[in-house]
């Protein structure tokens, strides 16, 4: 698969091959590498969401790479790509028998290094990463202190007034706010928020028919309260 063309990468994806539980965590973990190094082989939307899915899939040995992506000597492009991948892989993630404790430790060492990214000027992808911690604390190897120092963070975000950001906090909340460790009060405070942004992207919609050059046409415009 290494040296492998792209049509044999994409069809270890589509077969679940390099996400099989059958594999050492080794040889996981360099699949992973390997994947990761040959992203931008898929230049297709569809196959690039394949080739994410497939490193999500691959659990625990895929962290690592991945968290290796997130360092600043990375693009942009592949920080925030690397950290998509590692919210999605915390969605999917089950530890293995008798090792919830190692598994509990990758989470909250993933959330640190996140927690690390905001204070990074350079990071533009706030929004990426707010959504990412969402999806990682609604994991339940999350310890119940991560998940109250990532509710506070993402419920602060929410609030700015940069679109991105809100909308990743946003996002990361609705996924907390569905988990088995959300209380009463965040599952509340998210359904307000969620209203309120229904409430501010609402319009009312007007056709009504005109001429142009002597034409009828139908002209489509935003009504006014």
């Known amino acids: 698969m290494e040296s492998g063309s792209r049509g044999l990468r994409m069809a270890a994806m589509h077969r679940r091959f ?3 539980m059958q594999l050492s965590d080794a040889t996981r973990e360099k699949l992973a590498r390997v994947i990761l190094g040959s992203l931008h082989d898929f230049g297709f939307p569809t ?3 394949i080739a994410e899915e497939g490193l ?8 690592r790479p991945l968290t290796e992506r997130l360092s600043p000597e990375q693009s942009m492009a592949q920080r925030a790509q690397a950290a998509r991948i590692l919210g999605q892989l915390a969605l999917q993630l089950k530890a293995p028998k008798g090792e919830m404790t190692r598994t509990g430790a990758a989470v909250t060492d993933i959330l640190r290094r996140m927690q690390a990214l905001l204070t990074e000027k350079s990071f533009r992808e706030r929004g990426t990463l707010f ?3 969402g999806k990682l604390v609604s994991s339940p190897a999350a310890s119940k202190a991560s998940a109250e120092v990532v509710s506070r963070t993402l419920l602060n975000a929410a609030g700015s007034p940069e679109g991105q950001e809100a909308n990743g906090a946003l996002e990361g909340l609705t ?5 088995r460790r959300a209380d009463p009060q965040l599952i509340a405070t998210v359904t307000g928020l969620l209203r309120r942004v229904m409430d501010e ?3 009312d919609v007007v056709a009504r028919e005109t001429e142009v050059d002597g034409e009828k046409v139908i002209e489509i415009a935003q009504g006014e309260d």
Request: no cysteine.
């Open 175 to 179: 996924y907390l706010a569905a988990s």
């Open 56 to 63: 999500a899939r691959m659990g625990l040995p895929a962290i």
């Open 47 to 49: 196959d690039l969401e």
């Open 201 to 203: 992207v609402r319009t």
């Open 18 to 20: 390099a996400s099989s």
């Open 131 to 133: 959504a990412a911690m």
